[in-house]
């Protein structure tokens, strides 16, 4: 039985998508216009990701800052490219107290105008390089339409800022970061996805180039799920951070920027979830397994103790519900919670020697002997799960994957049955505006690694520069 408090996803997946947010208990709505209140079951999704990211990046060299709320105008206005993607989304602040203020401040959208700032103060020789800055905090862009997790006026993320003493290690760094997002999408929250560079129109608003990380929604929307960009010296120019390298020159610096956001909560709900809650991959569920002893009966609850003991000693994250709510809602609860395994004692089976083991992403139960070795039952299970979702997304996301050499077989596709679709292009915007008009249809990213489909642009017909995945987005 299907939960009925949860839309199909078939049926209408807008929909199905805020019920799933709502049941689980993920996030709640507020009186302020277009900020969520992220709800217990939400933040400790996005503690777990942290925590996981957190430590890549500091096996890899990086350390945590924190920089101010605010910008000053001017500051913001240093490198032009920004201040203009960013202005209509801004908000400022014009008034501290019952005094104007004399300069408006913008709260942060970003920070790279703040850690250039900061980094022309700190930098004076080769020997003060590499910078490699992360911060975790929030921003504030002033969108017109929102859905939680994926789009509000506030979220949550982390930016990562670093500067460089050549263009190879600037880049190198750039590629490294977009590997770890890769790795961390992959490998934790089992969802696939395509990396590539994103073309001049689609790049972050003053860099030299863009790298994204782009997923598959289950109903065939592209979202892109994290950034890694390349600056060059357009930043250190305009905020003059310069050392002496090792010809005692003067010289600026090389710099990037990287990061991914709440909104890998919205990806994950609308990849692996169905219509009975969220599902959660193992390896980023905050709470892996429940036990539900059913019944008060001393045996029973001492057994279920004695599992969560050895559960949590082999570092799996276990907890015992042994309140007054019938066995029932507590299954259903854990259900629509997307707990990856519960595990159930009730009385019969305990005194015919069988414990009962649920797995959350087919729902399958299975019983096994109460002697049985709990932890590697669990421990296989829980991979299996990771595996599953992984897999199960994989090959959703080849279904919905095209070869097109033709405009109109790519509209069809785009209003039928849409996904990412592969398609040669010329190189010129024009034909990416033109696309534009299928459906809002937008080039992801550039494959620099694939084979061309074949030589001809998908729109114009004439020759083509490169091989490119489009896509409805987010």
């Known amino acids: 039985m299907k939960n009925k408090a949860i839309t199909d996803r078939n049926e209408d997946f807008a929909k199905w998508y805020t019920d799933v947010v709502k049941a689980a208990k993920l996030a709640e709505y507020s009186n302020v216009k277009g900020c969520i209140v992220f709800e217990p079951n939400g933040y400790a999704l996005w503690e777990k990701m942290q925590s996981v990211l957190d430590k890549m990046f500091k096996q890899t060299g990086h350390q945590n800052v924190y920089m101010p709320l605010f910008i000053p105008e001017s500051l913001l206005k240093k490198e032009g490219e920004l201040i203009e993607g960013f202005a209509p989304e801004c908000a400022w602040v014009t008034q ?4 104007n203020l004399e300069e408006r401040m913008a709260v942060r959208p970003t920070s790279e105008t703040l850690f250039s700032d900061y980094y022309s103060l700190k930098v004076k020789s080769y020997r003060d390089l590499p910078k490699l800055y992360n911060q975790w905090c929030n921003v504030v862009r002033w969108e017109k ?13 982390q930016e990562g800022h670093t500067i460089h003493e050549t263009e190879k290690e600037a880049i190198e760094e750039t590629l490294r970061m977009l590997n770890i997002y890769k790795k961390f999408f992959e490998e934790y929250l089992a969802i696939p996805v395509i990396t590539g560079r994103k073309t001049e129109k689609e790049k972050f608003a003053g860099a030299e180039f863009t790298y994204t990380v782009e997923a598959l929604m289950y109903n065939g929307v592209a979202l892109q799920s994290g950034t890694s960009h390349y600056f060059g010296q357009k930043f250190s120019k305009a905020y003059d951070i310069k050392f002496l390298n090792r010809n005692n020159e003067w010289e600026y610096v090389y710099q990037t920027s990287w990061g991914v956001t709440t909104r890998m909560i919205g990806g994950l709900i609308m990849v692996h979830s169905d219509e009975n809650g969220l599902v959660l991959p193992p390896k980023i569920a905050p709470r892996q397994v429940v036990i539900v002893p059913i ?11 004695e599992i969560l003991n050895k559960l949590n000693d082999a570092d799996i994250t276990a907890f015992i519900d042994n309140s007054e709510k019938s066995p029932g809602f507590k299954f259903a609860e854990y259900e629509v919670n997307g707990i990856p395994v519960r595990i159930e004692i009730g009385k019969r089976d305990y005194d015919n ?7 959350r992403d087919t729902r399958e ?9 709990v932890v590697k039952v669990v421990k296989d299970l829980l991979n299996d799960i990771q595996n599953n979702l992984y ?11 095209y070869e097109c050499k033709d405009l109109k077989e790519i509209e069809k596709i785009m209003n039928s049955k849409p996904g990412f679709v592969k398609a040669m292009w010329c190189g010129e915007e024009e034909c990416e505006l033109k696309m534009k008009e299928i459906r809002g249809t937008k080039s992801r990213c550039i494959l620099e690694n694939e084979k061309p489909i074949d030589d001809k642009c998908v729109v114009c017909g004439k020759p083509a520069k490169h091989l490119v995945v489009w896509g409805i987005q987010y």
């Open 96 to 99: 501290g107290g019952k005094n």
């Open 145 to 157: 339409e929102t859905r939680p997790f994926l789009r509000t006026r506030e979220f949550l993320w």
């Open 295 to 305: 019944g008060n009966d001393e045996n029973i609850l001492n057994f279920a103790n």
């Open 353 to 359: 020697g069988i414990i009962t083991f649920a797995r």
């Open 365 to 373: 139960k299975i019983t096994e002997d109460i002697n049985c070795d």
């Open 391 to 401: 897999n199960r997304a994989l090959a959703r996301r080849n279904e919905l994957t």
